[in-house]
């Protein structure tokens, strides 16, 4: 492995992140307002930034949180929403997001993130950071709301992806209880396996594999295994990390995203109807904001790619200011928890065949 | 093949539907109430009911609209939540599930309701009215709620089967859009095949073979192709029948109900949160009523088994009146249209070793 570590907090206890200006469908203005809300909130933060350098220049100098914060990487090349992973992993070189990637690489930044093309962002993120000693297929978890009292699941993969083996699940069950450590918190996460049923003879044969492999690997990997669960438990309570395929994972994340949005033009619709559901939804305002705020996607942006030398946090195509802050925040505590070195240390110490192998970390078994 | 044609309207005019009163959460008073309900609504209904008949005669008693419309059939046993499908097969002659298949194989009735357990009842309808010529794979569809203008979106399967080839997902469309037909009155429905992306090039070899099938059979069945679709638009407006195998389906169908519901607890939360967002609930008490009785699952309540020598129509176990009543609403209209023959028709006339037979319907083609 030619790949240098990745770095975590710096010599000053700074964070700096890889940022990929363009891609988005709201373009490098958004991705800059995004950076500078983060900014002014975060002051340990700093940026490198990458896309044209005249663009990116006249639009980092009007925030004046970010004076002195961005370092800006000249690339003239856009991968658009149309272009080919297989394409861009040929010819991407000079684009932003290649780039972006290849500071994480040259260890100049702990985390990248891209509101780009998401196939071509993980086809990218494979061949230049590589993937982790001890897995196979590297995954893409997103957080989604629940009825957790940290409001929030990991569910993983939803769409690295279409086919995963039992092996690979067991890697994804691992690499999410890790995520869900440093991303949320928990010291020792409830890991469910998605099926058609709770039943231990229900679903296909892999399932029955992986949950085998899951549970055997739960005590030394420090998160609890509850078994199967079903759809219903992704927005629930049973479970903190649900491990899946990237098929099924991908149509579960926009089967909700879609129902979501269905039921908000409902309501939307619903308090238009007459004279006095308008006056009820003024009323309800506050009550309806703090709903939305609960549930909207733009605060819990960013499918994070786990398996490889190096973070990758994908944002929303559609990510406005809000959206990009978000997921620089997400960045942020994953770059300050020391995140990608944790999780290779976890996948190292239980793949199969380097069981024997040292532990690197802190003997409480967290990572 | 010894089993009779089912009849469709009797002599008279009459449907008579076949109802199993057990096996559901809330017991058979809830099933009576609501067949009542459907009973005073339709002056065309009759029933068969099948159970303990003392009990039952106690029921039925109480209701005068059920008055001389509903035939008891004494059966002992219930097959409960927890009884296993092959278990049920060998030991459940004598359950109220049995005999209410039993009525439309023997073409007494034109469909079969129950609210017991989907495993169970897929079993016994499989090896009582055995698959239709034609069909490897039954499978279940559910309606949805959709962005469409007639509001909902038929979706299949949803849990028959964890497998589906190519052919079987043909099966589907072909099933699906003759329910489409029948059951929301769409004369050529949009036919969609679930994946992980719209373009061709995505997901597992068995979709790109399937829609291939799929594709190549519009003209003839009557239906339009409109290729891949995404789990974003399972509840939306680019395509009437969502094509998938039984796992996908299985969790999608529970993710969006589990997100849903999520939604709704939240909401009614939000709600409650001061004293000026609950008299703002007061105010558009009547516009949620309504949000409500479009996403209500009790409205739709309903899966039907397909590719059978009968219609078999699954209510959620915990249907109450409201739900039940629905359940009758939606097999009435199945064995008002034929449905029943219409399908079989349609998929003898489209398998492959059967291309060459005579259509048995009309020359338009719709079934």
Request: with cysteine.
């Amino acid at each position: 492995m030619t790949v240098p570590q990745n770095t975590s907090p710096d010599e000053a206890g700074r964070i700096v992140l890889s940022i990929d200006a363009m891609g988005g469908d709201r373009g490098p203005s958004a991705v800059v307002s995004g950076i500078a809300r983060s900014a002014k909130k975060n002051p340990e933060l700093d940026f490198i930034l990458h896309g044209p350098a005249a663009e990116l220049e006249r639009l980092v100098a009007r925030k004046k949180h970010l004076r002195g914060r961005v370092e800006i990487r000249d690339a003239a090349g856009v991968v658009t929403m149309h272009d080919k992973p297989s394409q861009v992993m040929r010819q991407g070189k000079g684009t932003s997001m290649w780039s972006a990637i290849e500071a994480v690489r040259d260890g100049e930044a702990t985390v990248c993130v891209s509101c780009g093309n998401t196939g071509a962002l993980m086809a990218l993120s494979m061949v230049r950071l590589r993937k982790l000693p001890g897995v196979n297929r590297p995954a893409i978890a997103v957080l989604w709301p629940s009825r957790n009292d940290h409001n929030f699941n990991v569910m993983l993969d939803v769409g690295a992806d279409i086919r995963a083996d039992a092996e690979d699940l067991l890697q994804y069950a691992l690499m999410g209880a890790s995520y869900a450590r440093n991303g949320l918190d928990l010291p020792r996460p409830r890991v469910g396996l998605l099926n058609v049923g709770t039943e231990e003879h229900k679903g296909r044969s892999e399932l029955k594999e992986a949950a085998e492999l899951i549970g055997d690997h739960a005590a030394d990997a420090n998160y609890d295994f509850v078994g199967f669960v079903e759809g219903g438990d992704i927005p629930g309570d049973v479970a903190d990390v649900i491990v899946t395929d990237g098929f099924t994972g991908n149509i579960a994340l926009k089967t909700g995203e879609g129902t979501a949005s269905l039921i908000g033009d409902l309501l939307r619709e619903a308090f238009k109807f007459s004279p006095l559901s308008r006056f009820a939804s003024l009323l309800a305002y506050t009550s309806l904001r703090r709903l939305q705020k609960r549930i909207d996607p733009r605060r819990v942006n960013g499918g994070v790619f786990l398996g490889l030398n190096g973070t990758v946090v994908k944002s929303h195509g559609s990510a406005d200011a809000t959206g990009v802050s978000a997921a620089v925040k997400l960045a942020f505590q994953l770059a300050k928890t020391g995140f990608t070195e944790r999780l290779a240390a976890r996948v190292a110490s239980t793949a199969g065949k380097q069981q024997d192998a040292p532990k690197l970390l802190d003997s409480s078994g967290a990572s």
